[in-house]
C-alpha cells in the first residue's frame, strides 16, 4: 500500500504519514486487483476514512469482501495458422482448474503475441472471452487470435543524434534491413541503446 502510518521521527522527511485522497484510491484498486487475480471475481473494497481521537489523525479502515472464489473451466483457442496447438498451449499461463486471474489472462495474451512478434506479425492481435459456468463459481475461457501479416525490416533511419555518430547507434541495433521484424530484437536494441550511457532517455 502506498498510505502508510506515521512515524514522528521519519514522516517529515519522506512525508510518509500524509493523508491523501489520490494514495487512498490507488489503495483500493491494488486491493481490489490482488484479491480478483486470486480468483475472487466479485471481491469489493471500502476505504472508510474518520477522524481519530488524537488531534491532527485520522483512522482508516479498510473492508474488504472477497466473496466466492472462482476458478477457470475449460481453456480453449483458435485462429492459430502459423503455430501448433502444444506452441500456443505453452504460452497459456493459466490451467483449468486453478483460480481465475485476470492478470495470468493479460500475461498470456502477451505472451502470444510475443511469440508472433518474433517472427514479424506484429499486428496480431489475441481476444479472449471469458464465460461463467452456470450454477458454478467457474470461468470459461476462449482465446481468439488474429494472425494479420508478416513484416520485414525496411530502411532504418536515425533522427536526432546531434553527437553520436549514426554508425555508433547502428552497430548497437540487432534489426537488418530485409530481414523478417522481431519484436524481441526491437527490445534488445532499445535497451543496448540505454546501456550505451550516451542517451538520457
Known sequence: MVTKEYNFFTSWITNEGTYNEDAIAQDQFVILNYLQNKGYAD????????????????????HADKGDLYQIGNISFEGNTLFDDDEISNR?????????????????IENITTLYGKWGYIDTIVDYEPRLVENACAYTVHFTIYEGKQYKVGLI??????????NIILHETLLI?????????????????????????
Open 43 to 62: 471481491a469489493r473494497v471500502n476505504i472508510e476514512v474518520s477522524e481519530a481521537a488524537q488531534k491532527n489523525r485520522i483512522l482508516i479502515y479498510i
Open 177 to 201: 534491413p530485409g530481414q523478417v521484424f522481431n519484436s524481441e530484437k526491437l527490445e534488445a536494441s532499445e535497451t543496448r541503446l540505454k546501456n550505451v550511457g550516451f542517451f538520457k532517455n
Open 92 to 108: 497459456i499461463l493459466c490451467s483449468t482448474g486453478s483460480c481465475y486471474s485476470p492478470e495470468a489472462i493479460r500475461k498470456t
Open 157 to 166: 533511419k536515425v533522427l536526432g543524434n546531434c553527437t553520436t555518430q549514426t
